[in-house]
């Protein structure tokens, strides 16, 4: 099977800076799109970035200019790196991989972080 793991998250005051990592590893043939995801209280989960394995990235509208995603495929991991922090950006961070698996490399599924906290508060 195919494990996601984050890190980086945290407390940081408005304006400041994260670096969010994710390392996917296991029996893993290809990694299509991986992306970030985030869910705040009482909101629906939202994706924030992507990025697919040719370079192409997406972004929501309010981290335009902010966040920048970007990815190893020599490592298997994708980063997120945050600046100019907001309060409204305080939420659960989701990884999530699009993965063609070893033994069953004819279907993607998606695999998810185990999720990682930021909280922007003064």
């Known amino acids: 099977q195919v494990q996601l793991v984050e890190s980086g998250g945290g407390l940081v005051q408005p304006g400041g800076s994260l670096r969010l990592s994710c390392a996917a590893s296991?029996?893993?043939?290809?990694?299509?799109?991986m992306g970030w995801y985030r869910q705040a209280p009482g909101k629906q989960r939202e994706l924030v970035a992507e990025?697919?394995?040719?370079?192409?990235?997406n972004y929501l509208d309010p981290v335009k200019g902010r966040f920048t995603i970007s990815r190893d495929n020599a490592k298997n991991t994708v980063y997120l790196q945050m600046n100019s922090l907001k309060p409204e950006d305080t939420a659960v961070y989701y990884c999530n991989a699009e993965v063609l698996a070893k033994l069953f490399p004819a279907i993607a599924r998606d695999y998810w972080g185990q999720g990682t906290q930021v909280t922007v508060s003064s």
């Open positions: 990025i697919t394995s040719g370079g192409s990235t």
């Open positions: 296991g029996s893993i043939f290809v990694i299509n799109t």
